[in-house]
Nanobody, 119 residues
Framework: QVQLVESGGGLVQPGGSLRLSCAGSGITLDYYAIGWFRQAPGKEREGVSCISTSDGSTFYADSVKGRFTISRDNAKNTVYLQMNSLKPEDTAVYYC????????????WGQGTLVTVSS
């Protein structure tokens, strides 16, 4: 059974950091482009970041550029999203998914992990 499992969310103060993990089960993540998107209550889904499979190119939404970093650890079959300088508007459920980075399409995602940025 193919699964993507997100973890690492939690409550953090503004300006703090979190690292989200996306672990693959039954799927080899380095064969796929992997993206992160987020969903806040009452808001549309927003693509956050993506890492391609061909040359490792990375993509970021303007709202997180310079603060978030996406990376892979193929030995651990895991993709990470390092989030620094967090803001209250980053509060959302974060999902990782198999993706097309160029089109911003998402195909299969996990259950999500909640990030809450609040003092």
């Amino acid at each position: 059974q193919v699964q993507l499992v997100e973890s690492g969310g939690g409550l953090v103060q503004p300006g703090g950091s979190l690292r989200l993990s996306c672990a693959g089960s039954g799927i080899t993540l380095d064969y796929y482009a992997i993206g992160w998107f987020r969903q806040a209550p009452g808001k549309e889904r927003e693509g956050v970041s993506c890492i391609s499979t061909s040359d490792g190119s990375t993509f970021y939404a303007d709202s997180v550029k310079g603060r978030f970093t996406i990376s892979r650890d193929n030995a651990k079959n895991t993709v990470y999203l390092q989030m620094n300088s967090l803001k209250p508007e980053d509060t959302a459920v974060y999902y990782c998914a198999t993706a097309n980075c160029e089109s911003g399409s998402y195909y299969s995602w996990g259950q999500g992990t909640l990030v809450t940025v609040s003092s």
